[in-house]
């Protein structure tokens, strides 16, 4: 009988790609809650709301939960993308984080633009 080794899976390239896919989400996750949807919160507080001290809570409580929410999807994505690189899925897990990414921040400029 011939000897099999078992397949080198996942590789140091692997490993690369999975941390590079990552910090990939982590920019734009981070361009997109603090850049974006920062921006279309204050513009939707102008629009609906008058100046008042109400403002400056409301702002602060959804910035906060908006930058817990992009900790708790950055905590996740990790984990989540190198069981994908084991299961040499690691593109279809990546298009599942990026996807919602790119549709709240291209939803946060679309709301920056209307208003």
């Known amino acids: ?3 099999t080794e ?3 899976w996942p590789t ?3 490993y690369l790609a999975c941390y590079m896919l990552y910090i990939g989400l982590i920019i ?3 361009i997109a ?3 974006i949807w920062r921006s279309t ?3 939707v507080l102008a629009a609906f709301t008058a100046s008042s001290g109400v403002n400056r809570l409301v702002y602060l409580v959804t910035l906060t939960l908006l930058g817990l929410g992009l900790f708790v999807f950055i905590m996740a994505a990790e984990p989540y993308l190198r069981r994908g690189l084991q299961r040499r899925q690691l593109l279809p897990h990546f298009g599942r984080l990026a996807i919602p990414l790119v549709i709240a921040g291209t939803l946060g400029l679309l709301l920056l ?3």
């Open 113 to 115: 633009a209307l208003l």
């Open 6 to 8: 078992p397949a080198k």
């Open 12 to 14: 140091l390239r692997g």
């Open 41 to 43: 919160i204050l513009v």
């Open 1 to 3: 009988m011939a000897k």
């Open 33 to 35: 809650v603090f850049l």
């Open 28 to 30: 734009p996750a981070t």
